[in-house]
């Protein structure tokens, strides 16, 4: 059978100069591989996404396109270690299980997908007991988090008018019914989601999608870079005005500078100590006779695969180091970036030297 290409599922990632992520792997589900295999499409597989592609009838049109709307499923598994120390993601851990998915989303080509969580509903049948304007039941299954009497839906008594605290005993308007009659209820749950599983994807394709195209259409999975504030905590003997001392970003030429440390985010921890800041506290007991000395940047940083090159180190006019070392990514402290009462956050921090002997 001929065959034609359909679409590519690619991941990107700001932290690559070219944005392909190979962090990820992109596997199909067992019941969407059953479902491709009857419809004639086949699937190849990159380091960075895949490639579909549609069996062609013999009037040139895919075999699949018969069977459109169709929904393709699949998962996205981690497959290097590094991904969740350059990655934001905070949208994921907002969603109960995490779903990148087509629907919704106004037509493009290339198509970013959607972030947004799969759902699931338990449905279980209960009997009234004691028929009562506020008879209560327990619930089988847990309700999924900040769900509300709404959510539920109840086929053969009145809808839920009460819930508990843990949600899980519900207050239901049984008194039109007899004792020992059940009704249905169904409510929404956490999912469960496959195991090493960070995200799924659901495609739903119409009959144009399924449509040979000239080229492969695209759907983009984008994940976004962390962007931690960094830190230098300077251990040293100097004895002068740290006033002097600054961290900057000597990249040549008049333009936007990617970091920069102002005077008043210089903090001198050996003479005002930071209670809250558990790396420069460790820094000062292990140097009872120098001054440890924080910078802190004034932006968010977004992780990067190349390097930046040209940070120094300057004591007044003078420079004392160039090419200082970028924080590792797994080098975090818990610091206050931005004054009371906003909550510390994390910053990749890098510890210097500056002795005189």
Request: aromatic share 6%; proline share 9%; charged share 20%.
């Amino acid at each position: 059978m001929q065959a034609a290409a359909l679409f590519d599922l690619r991941i990107t990632h700001p932290f690559y100069t070219d944005t392909r992520c190979v962090d990820l792997s992109i596997v199909a589900t067992s019941e969407t591989e059953a479902l491709m295999r009857r419809l004639g499409l086949t699937q190849k597989t990159f380091p960075d996404h895949i490639s579909v592609y549609a069996g062609l009838a013999r009037g040139g049109g895919s075999v699949a396109g018969a069977a459109a709307p169709l929904a393709l499923d699949f998962v996205l598994r981690q497959n290097r270690g590094d991904f969740p120390l350059i990655t934001d993601l905070s949208g994921l851990a907002a969603q109960p299980a995490p779903l990148f998915t087509n629907a919704g989303v106004a037509a493009a080509d290339p198509l970013n997908l959607r972030l947004t969580t799969r759902t699931a509903r338990a449905t279980e049948t209960l009997t009234s007991a004691a028929p009562s304007a506020t008879e209560t039941f327990t619930l089988a299954n847990s309700p999924l988090a900040g769900v509300a009497p709404a959510d539920f839906t109840v086929t053969g008594a009145k809808p839920v008018s009460g819930l508990s605290p843990n949600r899980r005993i519900v207050t239901i308007d049984t008194s039109a019914l007899a004792r020992g009659a059940s009704f249905r209820i169904s409510y929404p749950i956490r999912p469960v989601r496959p195991a090493g599983t960070l995200a799924e994807v659901a495609l739903t394709l119409d009959a144009g999608l399924l449509a040979p195209a000239p080229t492969p259409r695209g759907f983009v999975v984008p994940f976004a870079a962390a962007a931690p504030f960094w830190a230098y905590y300077l251990v040293t003997d100097f004895s002068g005005d740290i006033a002097t001392l600054r961290i900057l970003d000597a990249t040549p030429g008049g333009g936007p500078r990617a970091i920069s440390f102002a005077d008043d985010r210089r903090f001198d921890l050996t003479q005002t100590p930071d209670v809250a800041d558990q790396v420069g506290q460790d820094l000062v007991r292990r140097n009872p006779r120098r001054r440890v000395i924080r910078f802190l940047s004034d932006a968010p940083v977004p992780a990067r695969e190349i390097p930046l090159r040209q940070i120094e180190l300057h004591l007044g006019d003078t420079r004392l180091a160039t090419g200082l070392a970028n924080p590792a990514p797994d080098h975090f402290a818990s610091l206050r970036a931005a004054p009371a009462p906003a909550p510390p956050g994390l910053a990749l921090y890098q510890v210097l030297n500056l002795l005189s002997n």
